[in-house]
T-cell receptor
């Protein structure tokens, strides 16, 4: 069945470090891909999305490119801030269903 | 601004009690969802609804039921709470094939 696998955390980085969170997927058909972020004590918010191969989603300095050949949608940010500390979820949508990864906790230290 | 509101942020219940979790959205979305979130397991779909009075089972419906009497409201019911239902519950809504909008979550502890 359809599924998402993302790198396990927790991840701890110093402020201004480069961030990569890996995400790969298995899907039939042509899924849309998403990154959601969950700040402490809150629900999930959409961070960025891509709906077809080679699309790049971007928001708040984060980027991810839909790579059909490697079935990947890795999240990157060039310089993280303390305020980026959160849990990040990769997700795919096929038809009416969403499938989420297990989440990657990121802590950024000053 | 879009809004999904969950009635209770934190609940503590005893084993065997009936629990109601309420969710209201103000975006006129036809689709609504209940997920539970557990460490290391991510989000798992409990139930979803495409329209008023319609419901579909998700991946883990056992021990839960839902009610959707009005378009804006989707309730999750635990008929007899058990300790293994201690979790974070997230409600979400969506228009058509668009993105999911989530509430802030309801953290339930069953003693």
């Amino acid at each position: 069945g359809d599924s998402v696998t993302q790198m396990e955390g927790p991840v701890t980085l110093s402020e201004e470090a480069f961030l990569t969170i890996n995400c790969t997927y298995t899907a039939t058909g042509y899924p849309s891909l998403f990154w959601y972020v969950q700040y402490p004590g809150e629900g999930l918010q959409l961070l960025l999305k891509a709906t077809k191969a080679d699309d790049k989603g971007s928001n708040k300095g984060f980027e991810a490119t839909y790579r059909k050949e490697t079935t990947s949608f890795h999240l990157e940010k060039g310089s993280v801030q303390v305020s980026d500390s959160a849990v990040y979820f990769c997700a795919l949508r096929t038809g009416n269903q969403f499938y989420f990864g297990t989440g990657t906790s990121l802590t950024v230290i000053p | 601004d879009v809004k999904v509101t969950q009635s209770s942020r934190y609940l503590v219940k005893r084993t065997g009690e009936k629990v109601f979790l309420e969710c209201v959205q103000d975006m006129d979305h036809e689709n609504m969802f209940w997920y539970r979130q557990d460490p290391g397991l991510g989000l798992r779909l409990i139930y979803f609804s495409y329209d008023v009075k319609m419901k579909e089972k998700g991946d883990i419906p056992e021990g839960y039921s839902v009610s959707r009497e009005k378009k804006e409201r989707f309730s999750l019911i635990l008929e007899s709470a058990s300790t293994n239902q201690t979790s974070m519950y997230l409600c979400a809504s969506r228009r058509g094939a668009g993105e999911l909008f989530f509430g802030e979550g309801s953290r339930l502890t069953v003693l």
